[in-house]
């Protein structure tokens, strides 16, 4: 299985829809980091262009994987030693390539219906099955630009629940996706 994730704080929206860069949340580096490691992909990727958001998460790494992190919990450091920081969604397909020989498929996630490029997460499923690695884009803040949307191969179908809230932690909706991929 070629399961790549990508969390993406550039190009992002704001709550009024501006093009923003959105700032790291450790929360969400360990807990996807976590989730990564659990259903077996190949690496977790945080994409920023912020240098000092850089810092913040090579800190984060280099504490659970080299400090005294890593000797406390050996199981985050499993988890940790997947993140791989990049500047931008072509670098995450680059380094995607370099690894599989492979073009990734990329599939952006997106909470609102009705995107073009839809797909469902039985047809994910077929495609994580097939022969191309699949990277899977998480968007930060009020989710991923429409760059981004148009720039992925597919825009995968949002998480639905029982009522008509809508509005999950970026890390409760990857642990979601990952499993309903996955384990589904």
């Known amino acids: 299985m070629g399961l790549y ?10 709550k ?17 980091s976590r ?29 659970w994987t080299q400090g005294f992190g890593a ?4 199981d985050r450091k499993e988890a940790l030693k997947l993140v791989r920081l990049v ?12 690894t599989e020989r492979k073009e990734p498929i990329l599939i952006a996630t997106d909470a609102s219906k009705g995107i073009g ?12 099955r097939g022969d191309k690695p699949i990277c899977i884009c998480f968007g ?22 029982p009522t008509e809230y809508n509005h999950l932690s970026v890390r409760s909706a990857a642990s979601i996706i990952v499993d309903r991929l996955v384990a589904g």
């Open 5 to 14: 994730l990508a969390l993406v704080h550039f190009p992002v929206y704001n």
């Open 16 to 32: 009024k829809r501006e093009t923003i860069a959105s700032a790291i949340t450790t929360l969400n580096i360990h807990d996807i």
């Open 35 to 63: 989730v990564a490691r659990t259903y077996g992909a190949k690496a977790f990727f945080v994409v920023t262009p912020l240098e000092d958001q850089k810092d913040l998460v090579e800190k984060i790494k280099r504490h």
């Open 71 to 74: 000797s406390y919990n050996a």
């Open 87 to 98: 500047d931008s969604i072509r670098r995450v397909t680059e380094e995607i390539e370099d």
């Open 117 to 128: 490029k839809g797909i469902s997460f039985e047809k994910a499923r077929e495609l994580l």
């Open 140 to 161: 930060t803040a009020w989710g991923l630009h429409s760059s981004v949307l148009e720039e992925s191969d597919y825009v995968l179908e949002p998480i639905c629940g």
